[in-house]
C-alpha cells in the first residue's frame, strides 16, 4: 500500500491549534479594500475557527485521525 497524501491545498490553507482546534484566515481580505470599514479589515486580518460541521471534513484531507 502507497502512504496517504495530505491535500496540498489544505495543508496550506489550516492549522492546527494548540487544543486541537483547527484555525483558518477569513476570506474577502484580498482586493477591493477601499470600500469596506477600517474595522471590518481588521477583523478579517484576525484567524478564525473551522465550524464543527466542517471540522471533519478538513480533518480528512489533512488526514488527521
Known amino acids: 500500500m ?3 497524501k495530505t491535500k496540498s491545498s489544505a495543508k496550506k490553507r489550516f492549522k ?4 486541537g482546534k483547527i484555525r483558518r484566515k477569513h476570506a474577502f481580505k484580498s482586493h477591493i479594500l477601499t470600500k469596506k470599514s477600517t474595522k471590518q479589515k481588521r477583523n478579517l486580518t484576525q484567524m478564525g475557527n473551522v465550524h464543527e460541521s466542517d471540522e471533519g471534513r478538513v480533518k480528512a484531507m489533512l488526514r488527521i485521525g
Not at 16 to 19: P, V
Open 2 to 4: 502507497p502512504k496517504v
Open 16 to 19: 492546527l491549534s494548540g487544543t
